[in-house]
């Protein structure tokens, strides 16, 4: 009896070494990947390029607007495609801009009401470009929540061409981000949804196959 009692003794302590070393590699390689997601955040604007069919703008600021009507204005895209517009932080606002655009441009705006998340996003656009026989797109979003959006546009479109157009929201610090709250809340926020959305596609392709028949 003693000699068993030592025996888990020993074990338990080993086994928690085990375990806490899986959690600090676990924790290493997160805030390492969190690292490089914050420094390879694209500068605004960083892309120019040919024009594209379509200008696709996800809603969540007024910047990112602006900066579709802006392309547009440019002969940048045919037409401006506003994905998500019911839950923009001010769709009267925006209304409001579009209807303020010049008329030679109005007719060239498309707002869509369906996506409620980036998936959503992706989703209705892709909808939207099919209707409309385009093949290429700008897609205009925060720069913190670029590489996101590729992925999710890359799986709903994958014979498309995509052109990033970032936008720098005002108050999100790029430069010591760990030393100011709001912008390290985001970015940690933005990083964990991103790693979600990587690993999506297997999680559910392991459901599946674990809810079919045998």
């Known amino acids: 009896m003693r000699a068993a009692i030592l025996s888990r003794w020993r074990w338990r302590p080993r086994r928690f070494g085990v375990l806490g070393s899986l959690l600090l590699v676990f924790a290493f390689a997160w805030i390492a990947g969190l690292v490089w997601f914050a420094d390879t955040i ?14 696709i703008v996800l809603t969540g600021g007024s910047q990112r607007l602006q900066s579709g009507l802006q392309l547009l204005a440019a002969a940048k895209g045919k037409k401006l495609f506003v994905s998500g517009v019911y839950r923009g932080p001010d769709v009267s606002a925006l209304l409001r801009a579009v209807r303020q655009s010049p008329e030679s441009l109005q007719c060239c705006i498309v707002l869509g009401h369906a996506a409620d998340n980036t998936v959503g996003n992706a989703l209705e656009s892709a909808e939207w470009m099919r209707l ?3 093949r290429s797109l700008r897609l205009v979003t925060a720069n913190y929540h670029m590489r996101r959006a590729l992925l999710e546009f890359s ?11 970032p936008v720098a929201p005002e108050g999100v610090k790029r430069e010591r981000w760990w030393a100011w709250p709001g912008t390290l809340d985001l970015i940690v926020g933005e990083y964990d949804k991103y790693l979600l959305a990587l690993i999506r596609p297997p999680m559910l392709a392991t459901l599946a196959g674990e809810e079919s028949p045998r």
């Open 42 to 55: 694209p500068d605004a604007g960083a892309e120019d390029g040919e024009p594209t069919d379509a200008i």
């Open 155 to 165: 799986r709903a479109m994958p014979d498309y061409r995509i052109v990033p157009h």
């Open 132 to 134: 409309e026989g385009y």
